[in-house]
């Protein structure tokens, strides 16, 4: 275990084209990503893509079938070395929260930190229990707090040792939506305050924008993209990211201009790859907020289904094409299923995919 007065040592983790998997066969295909000292990562995906599989050979439950997972520059995992769990200095957080019940709070936290001075000890818990909010519940039992008391004690116990990494699956996912949204951000500036590296796995695109640095977007065991929330949504690299984090459509349209498209809602400018010759037929991206509710616009369409999202309607649109997209409208635009609405698109950057 690392010393515990070190303060915040640079820990850095580095996976090479990893591939993961059962009985031979891999789930996980030839994956890289590095992780900074500090750094929250988080695996983003849809259920069984292979996010746990990823964490588990992190944590060094799973043998690797090739490649190599480094963290401070020493091998923890290759196809013939797999460095025992209890010995990566990894901290683990799951979904099931599994506190011990028959241990206090302040015994839960001082779990892991076996062999230290009481001192040190009930310093750190002291520390601990400050940092997540929970000052005077040292003595109380798991039982008689909250999920998300019970969750912040969970991350408390997995950071008592100070681990090189902390490791979570899907840690919110057992909890309300209302405790998450507040929860969520609160564990972030606590992993900030630690300076400690991270990685969440989660399927929640809104988890994952409010908790994490960099977003490893997988499908199918690979990782489509790498990048901050910000690129994730709007940069999306493949026309799976794009569609998987956060609502979007591909409206057809023809290159006409190094920075023009049309398409069947008129013409559209934003800047575009040279590569684009004029006349190549593209799907551009819209997002829910691209397309502008405009009773005096030419292009209409009619309302297929609307949702009321309090501030705004969120409205499915069927344009004359055929083409189905999202529209948000402010909640006094309250307009009918079946009725006509004029919309425009109005776009920062153009997100095109060739057909
Ligand atoms: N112990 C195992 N033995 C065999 N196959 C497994 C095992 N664990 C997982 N798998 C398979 O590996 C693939 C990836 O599973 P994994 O649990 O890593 O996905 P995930 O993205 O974490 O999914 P979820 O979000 O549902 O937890 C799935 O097809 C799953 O069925």
């Known amino acids: ?62 043998a690797v079938l ?64 400050d940092l997540i909010g929970l000052v005077g519940y040292e003595m109380r039992y798991p039982h008689s707090l909250s999920g998300g008391q019970q969750q912040r004690v969970a991350l408390a116990r997995a950071m008592a040792p100070k681990p090189k990494l902390l ?37 929640d695109q809104m988890e994952a924008f409010a908790m994490a640095d960099t977003i ?13 929330p910000y690129q994730i949504y709007h940069r999306p690299e493949s026309r799976f990211t794009a569609r998987f984090v956060g ?29 684009l010759a004029i006349g190549t037929q593209v799907d551009l991206l819209v997002r829910p907020d691209d397309v502008i509710h405009d009773d005096a616009s030419e292009f209409k369409g009619l309302v297929m289904s609307k949702w009321f999202r309090g501030s705004h309607f969120l409205y499915r649109v069927k344009l004359a094409s055929g083409l189905v997209v999202y529209c948000f409208a402010s909640s006094h635009h309250n307009h009918a299923i079946g009725q006509e609405i004029g919309i425009n698109i109005e776009l920062d950057h153009l997100v095109v995919f060739s057909k």
Do not use: W
Not at 178 to 191: A, M
Not at 266 to 274: A, E, N
């Open 1 to 62: 275990m690392s010393s515990f007065s070190s303060g915040k040592a640079l820990q850095e983790l580095n996976i090479r084209d990893l591939s993961v998997g059962y009985h031979g066969q891999a789930v996980v295909h030839d994956v890289s990503f590095d992780l900074t000292a500090g750094q929250i990562g988080c695996l983003l995906g849809p259920s069984g893509c292979g996010k746990s599989t990823l964490l588990r050979a992190i944590a060094g439950f799973e």
């Open 247 to 275: 609502q979007g459509d591909f409206l057809s349209a023809v290159v006409c201009g190094h920075d023009c498209l049309d398409s069947d809602l008129g013409r559209i400018h934003g800047v575009l790859s040279d590569e």
């Open 167 to 203: 490791l979570m699956d899907e840690p919110f996912s057992g909890l309300d939506a209302k405790l998450r949204e507040e929860l969520v951000p609160d564990i972030r500036q606590i992993l900030k305050h630690e300076g400690m590296s991270a990685i969440l796995v989660t399927h």
């Open 216 to 228: 490893a977007v997988m499908e199918s065991g690979e990782i489509h993209q790498y990048g901050t």
């Open 66 to 129: 090739s490649g190599a997972i480094s963290l401070n520059g020493e091998v923890i995992s290759s196809v013939d070395y797999l460095l025992p769990p209890e010995q990566r200095q990894i901290g683990m957080v799951f979904q099931d929260i599994a506190l011990f019940p028959h241990l206090t709070i302040a015994d839960n936290i001082a779990f892991g930190l076996k062999g230290m001075s009481s001192r040190v000890v009930s310093n750190r818990v002291a520390e601990l229990l």
